[in-house]
C-alpha cells in the first residue's frame, strides 16, 4: 500500500549500479502501464510501482550516476503523471487509481535529487501535490490528501523564500517580483481551500474555519477568489447541514453569505445569496427552533427580499407555524404570499398546505387548497390539489362536503378534465378507504355508496381490471348484509366478468348461494373456488377460503355443504397442501359435530380417517421436500394425541390415536422434545395394547392386540436409545420409570403369551434401581396368572419386592407385611400338609417375618396380617402334629405362640384355647420321646 506518511528517502544506502537498475525496472513498469487498458492490470503495476519506490534511496551524493537516476526519475515522473491525465480524460482509470497512480508519480518526482532552489522543479512539484491531493479528496481519502497537500505547502513556502532572496540579490524587478508573489498565492489559496475541505471531510471544523479565515485574507490580492470561496462555504454548509451538523452549518452559511456581499460590489448574485440564505434558516430552525426562531425568521425574511422565491415563502410559513405565538394574520398573510406567487409549482403548494394540516391550521389549510384549485384549473395536475383537499375533509369528517367534492371530481374526469393514472389511484384508495370504515362500522348503505364513487371513476376500459372485480365483490358483500340477495348476487356476477378464475369471487357467490338455501349452488361454487389453483391462483387463499366457506356453511346449520365440499377437495385435489388443509377443517368439524349428530365411537372412527389420509400425504409432500412438512405434521400431531387423552374409555380406539400421534411425530424434527413425545406415544399405545388385550372375548384378537404391545414396547425402548445417545440435552435420566413400565408390559404380554423368557424380565427389572416393589408384586402376580403358572418366578419377584420395601428410609410395613403374606400363601401351597420338608421354604420367610416383627416394624406391623401368619402357622403345626411330626409341629406352633404374643386386641380370643392346646402338643412331644428312650 502507498504510504500514508511524508514522502522520505530510506535510511539503507543502495550501490549506484543497484539504483540505476531499479530505475529502469520502473521505466519499463511505466511503459507497460500506459499500454494497459484494463483497470485491473493498472492497479497491479501500480502495486510494482509503489514496491520499486521503496527500494530507490541514496540520490543524495553528487555522483554523475547519482545525477542521471536523479534525471531519469524525473523523467519517470512526468510520464507517469501525463499517463494518469490521459487515462483519466479516456475513462481507463477509476477516482481510487486515479490518485494512486498521481500519487506515485509525486513520490518519483519527490525521490529525484535536483538543485537545489530551481524554480521550475518546485512549480512542478507544487501542481503535482496540489492535483494530487485534490484526486485523495475526490475518491474520498481525505488523510492521504493531506499528506501531498502539506507538501505542496511546504513548496510554496520554498518558492516564497527563492523569490524574496532573488529580491535581495538583485536578480528580480519590482513587477516580477509581485507576479510570482500573486502566482504564489493563487497556488496557496487553492491549497488552503483544498486543506479546508479535507477538514470538513473528517468533521475538524475549527481547522477548516482557520483555513478558510486564511483564504479570506488572501482576497485583498485575489478579490477574484471571492465568489468561488462564498460558493465552497455553502457548499460545507450543505454537506455538514446533510450530516445534521446544524450549528457548524449555520456557521459556513452565514460564511458565504456574508463572502457572497463582496466588497464594493456583490460577488454572488441575488439568487444564489437568497438560497444560502433558506438554508442558513432551515439550520437554524434544525438546530434549536425555539431559540434560534428569531434568526431563522430573519434570515428567511432577508432572503425572500433578495430574491422572492416560492421556497423561501413556504419556508416562512414552516417558522412561522413553529412558533405558538405569530398571530394569525401574520401567518395568513404568509400563507397568501407563498400560495399567490407566480412560480410557486403544484407539489410546493401542496406541501406548504399539509403543514398547515399538519400543525392544526385546518381552516386555513381548507381555504388555502380552495385558492389552489381555482389558480391551477387550467392544469393537468389539479386532480392533486382536489386529492389534498378530499383527504382534508375526511380527516375532519366533513363528509358532506367530501361526497359534493367527489361528485365534482366525477364529473369532470368523465368530461373535461380526467384524471391521471397516479392520481386516480390515490382516489380509489381514499375512497375504498373510507368505504371500509363503514364496512367496520356495520353501515352498509354509507360503504356503499362509496364504493359505487369508486365505481363511477372506472372507465369502460377498465371493466376487466381485478380492482374492478375487487369492488365488486365488496358491492357485493354490502348488498348481502342489506339482504338484498338479487344485487348482490348480480354484483357478484359483474365481478365474475371481470375475473372469472378468482376464487375471491366464486367464494361471494357460494356466499349468496348458502344464504338463499341453495345447496347445490353452493356446492359448485366450492368447486369452481377449489380449481382455481390450477389456473395460477395462490394455493394458500383457495385453502383459507375453502375453510370459510365450511365455517360459514356450519354457523348457518349447513353441514353438508362443508363436508362434502372439504371431502371432495381431499379426494380429488392434487395440491397436497390444499388437501391438508381440507383435512385440518373436516376434523375441525367432526370434532365440533360428531358428539351432537353420531356416537363418539363412529366420529372418532372418522377423524382416525382423516389422520391416517393425512399421514399419507405428508409423507407425499416429505418427499417432495417442500416446506411446512413439519407444522402440518405438528397440529395432526396434537389432534391425535387430544383424541387419545380422550378415550380412556375405549383403549383399542386410543392405541390407534397415539399410534398415529407417533407417526405424525416422525416427521417432526429429532429434536429432545419430540423424542421425549414419540417415546411417550409408544408407551401409552403399548398400554392401550395391553388393555384392549384384556378387555378381548376374542382370543385371535386378543394375541393380535399382545404382540402389537410388544412391538410398540420395542419402539419404545428404540426412541430411549436415540434420547440417551443424543447430546442435545444433559438432563439426568435416571429416574424416568419409562424403562420400567417397559418391562412391565413385555412381561404381561409374554406371560400371557406363554413365552418362556419372563426370568429375564424380572432379572432386568431386578438392576433398575429406580423400579419400585409394587412393580415386582405386580410381576409376581402375572406370573401366576393362566396361561404362564411360574411360582418360581413369582417368588422371586416378591423376595426382591419385600427386600425393596425394607430398604426404603420409611418402611411401609402394611404394603410389606401383604407381600410376605403373598409369598407365604404361595410357598405353604407347594406339597403336602403333612410333608415337613415342603415346609421348610416357608419357615425361613416365617423367620424373616418375625424379625421384622421383632426387632424392626416397632408395632407397624398390621395386627390382621399377623393374625393370618400366625393360623397360618398353628394349622402347619396341627397337620404335622396329626401326621405324627411332632418336632416340626413344635416349631410351627411355637412359632405361632411368638406370634400370638404380638396380637393386642385379637389376642383374648387365642390366648387361652392356644396355650392349652400348645400346651398338649408339649405333652406329646414329651411323651413322645419318652417312648423311644425306653424303645431304646
Not at 65 to 93: D, F, M, P, T, Y
Not at 754 to 771: K, Y
Amino acid at each position: 500500500m502507498i504510504s500514508s506518511g511524508k514522502f522520505k528517502f530510506n535510511a539503507m544506502k543502495d550501490s549506484e549500479s543497484e539504483v540505476l537498475t531499479t530505475v529502469a525496472q520502473i521505466q519499463a513498469v511505466i511503459k507497460a502501464l500506459e499500454k494497459d487498458k484494463d483497470e485491473d492490470k493498472a492497479a497491479r503495476r501500480a502495486e510494482k510501482l509503489s514496491e520499486l519506490l521503496d527500494k530507490v534511496s541514496g540520490l543524495d551524493g553528487d555522483s554523475d550516476k547519482n545525477r542521471e537516476a536523479s534525471a531519469e526519475l524525473q523523467n519517470c515522473a512526468v510520464n507517469l503523471w501525463n499517463i494518469a491525465v490521459a487515462k483519466r480524460a479516456g475513462g481507463h482509470l477509476g477516482s481510487g487509481l486515479n490518485a494512486r497512480v498521481r500519487h506515485l508519480a509525486c513520490q518519483l518526482a519527490f525521490k529525484a535529487n535536483p538543485l537545489e532552489g530551481s524554480e521550475v522543479v518546485l512549480r512542478r512539484r507544487v501542481m503535482m501535490a496540489s492535483k494530487t491531493g485534490r484526486a485523495w479528496l475526490d475518491c474520498g481519502n481525505p488523510s492521504m490528501a493531506d499528506n501531498s497537500l502539506s507538501l505542496a505547502s511546504e513548496c510554496l513556502e520554498k518558492l516564497t523564500k527563492s523569490v524574496l532572496l532573488a529580491v535581495a540579490d538583485g536578480k528580480l524587478s519590482e513587477d516580477d517580483k509581485e507576479k510570482q508573489k500573486t502566482e504564489i498565492e493563487k497556488d496557496m489559496f487553492k491549497v488552503f481551500c483544498y486543506q479546508a475541505e479535507s477538514a470538513v471531510a473528517q468533521e475538524q471544523h475549527d481547522v477548516a474555519m482557520r483555513l478558510a479565515q486564511r483564504c479570506k485574507e488572501m482576497l485583498a490580492r485575489l478579490p477574484k477568489e471571492t465568489t468561488f470561496l462564498a460558493m465552497l462555504c455553502y457548499n460545507f454548509g450543505v454537506e455538514t447541514y446533510q450530516k445534521q451538523k446544524y450549528e457548524e452549518a449555520v456557521a459556513w452559511l452565514r460564511e458565504s453569505f456574508e463572502l457572497g456581499k463582496g466588497s464594493g460590489q456583490p460577488a454572488t448574485s441575488s439568487k444564489n445569496q437568497a438560497r444560502t440564505l433558506r438554508l442558513l434558516a432551515s439550520g437554524y430552525l434544525e438546530w434549536d427552533s425555539k431559540q434560534h426562531w428569531q434568526k431563522a425568521l430573519n434570515a428567511v425574511g432577508l432572503a425572500n427580499s433578495e430574491h422572492s422565491h416560492p421556497a423561501g415563502l413556504h419556508l416562512k410559513v414552516h417558522i412561522l407555524l413553529v412558533s405558538d405565538t405569530v398571530e394569525d394574520s401574520r401567518l395568513v398573510a404568509a400563507v397568501t404570499d407563498c400560495l399567490h406567487h407566480p412560480e410557486l409549482t403544484v407539489e410546493l403548494a401542496l406541501n406548504t398546505i399539509k403543514l398547515l394540516v399538519e400543525h392544526k391550521r385546518t381552516q386555513l389549510a381548507l381555504d388555502g387548497v380552495k385558492q389552489l384549485a381555482q389558480k391551477f384549473q387550467a392544469s393537468p395536475e389539479l386532480g392533486k390539489v382536489h386529492l389534498l383537499h378530499l383527504r382534508i375533509l375526511l380527516d375532519n369528517r366533513q363528509l358532506q362536503g367530501a361526497k359534493a367534492l367527489v361528485e365534482d371530481c366525477i364529473t369532470g374526469h368523465n368530461t373535461t378534465q380526467p384524471l391521471d393514472t397516479t392520481t386516480r389511484k390515490r382516489f380509489h384508495l381514499l375512497l375504498w378507504e373510507q368505504a371500509a370504515q363503514a364496512y367496520e362500522a356495520n353501515d352498509h348503505e354509507e360503504a356503499l355508496r362509496w364504493y359505487d364513487y369508486s365505481r363511477n371513476l372506472f372507465s369502460s376500459n377498465d371493466r376487466q381490471d381485478n380492482n374492478m372485480a375487487k369492488l365488486e365483490r365488496n358491492r357485493s358483500a354490502c348488498y348481502l348484509h342489506l339482504k338484498q340477495y338479487d344485487k348482490a348476487l348480480e354484483a357478484a356476477r359483474q365481478a365474475e366478468t371481470c375475473d372469472p378464475t378468482s376464487p375471491h369471487t366464486q367464494y361471494a357467490l357460494f356466499k349468496i348461494a348458502l344464504l338463499q338455501g341453495n345447496s347445490d349452488a353452493a356446492i359448485e361454487a366450492i368447486e369452481r373456488m377449489g380449481n382455481a389453483d390450477e389456473k395460477g391462483e395462490e394455493d394458500s387463499t383457495v385453502e383459507g377460503l375453502v375453510c370459510l366457506a365450511a365455517q360459514l356453511a356450519f354457523e348457518e346449520s349447513n353441514r353438508d355443504v362443508a363436508i362434502r365440499a372439504l371431502e371432495r377437495l381431499v379426494k380429488h385435489s392434487h395440491n397436497i397442501q390444499q388437501v391438508l388443509t381440507a383435512i385440518r377443517c373436516l376434523t375441525r368439524l367432526r370434532l365440533t359435530f360428531s358428539a351432537a349428530s353420531e356416537g363418539q365411537r363412529s366420529g372418532n372412527d372418522i377423524i382416525l380417517s382423516y389422520l391416517e389420509k393425512a399421514h399419507s400425504k405428508l409423507q407425499e409432500l416429505k418427499g417432495t421436500k417442500e416446506d411446512g412438512v413439519v407444522n402440518e405434521a405438528t397440529w395432526f400431531m396434537k389432534i391425535a394425541w387430544n383424541l387419545g387423552l380422550k378415550c380412556g374409555d375405549d383403549s383399542n380406539m386410543m392405541h390407534q390415536f397415539f399410534d398415529m400421534c407417533f407417526k405424525f411425530s416422525s416427521l417432526c424434527p429429532e429434536d429432545m422434545a419430540n423424542l421425549v413425545r414419540k417415546k411417550t406415544c409408544a408407551l401409552m399405545a403399548a398400554a392401550a395394547c395391553l388393555q384392549s388385550a384384556r378387555n378381548a372375548s376374542d382370543p385371535d384378537e386378543k394375541m393380535k392386540m399382545l404382540k402389537k404391545a410388544i412391538l410398540h414396547v420395542d419402539t419404545c425402548r428404540e426412541t430411549c436409545r436415540e434420547i440417551s445417545n443424543s447430546k442435545i440435552t444433559d438432563t439426568d435420566c435416571s429416574g424416568d420409570s419409562t424403562p420400567v413400565l417397559l418391562c412391565l408390559y413385555e412381561f404381561e404380554a409374554k406371560a400371557q403369551l406363554g413365552e418362556p423368557d419372563l426370568a429375564l424380565l424380572v432379572d432386568r427389572v431386578m438392576g433398575m434401581p429406580q423400579a419400585d416393589a409394587k412393580t415386582l408384586e405386580t410381576m409376581a402376580a402375572l406370573a401366576q396368572e393362566s396361561p404362564a403358572a411360574l411360582p418360581t418366578i413369582s417368588v422371586k419377584a416378591l423376595k426382591e419386592a419385600i427386600k425393596r420395601h425394607l430398604q426404603t428410609p420409611n418402611t411401609d410395613f402394611t404394603k410389606c407385611s401383604k407381600a410376605f403374606h403373598s409369598l407365604i400363601q404361595l410357598v405353604l401351597n407347594k406339597g403336602s400338609n403333612s410333608d415337613p420338608s415342603s415346609k421348610e421354604e416357608a419357615w425361613g420367610y416365617y423367620k424373616e417375618a418375625m424379625d421384622i416383627i421383632d426387632n424392626k416394624s416397632q408395632g407397624c406391623y398390621p395386627e390382621m396380617e399377623i393374625l393370618w401368619l400366625m393360623t397360618k402357622a398353628w394349622n402347619c403345626g396341627i397337620h404335622l402334629l396329626s401326621a405324627g411330626h411332632y418336632v416340626d409341629a413344635e416349631h410351627w406352633c411355637g412359632m405361632s405362640m411368638k406370634l400370638l404374643k404380638h396380637l393386642s386386641s385379637l389376642r383374648t380370643h387365642y390366648d387361652t384355647q392356644m396355650t392349652a392346646v400348645y400346651g398338649e402338643v408339649l405333652a406329646k412331644i414329651e411323651a413322645q420321646k419318652v417312648r423311644s428312650n425306653k424303645e431304646e
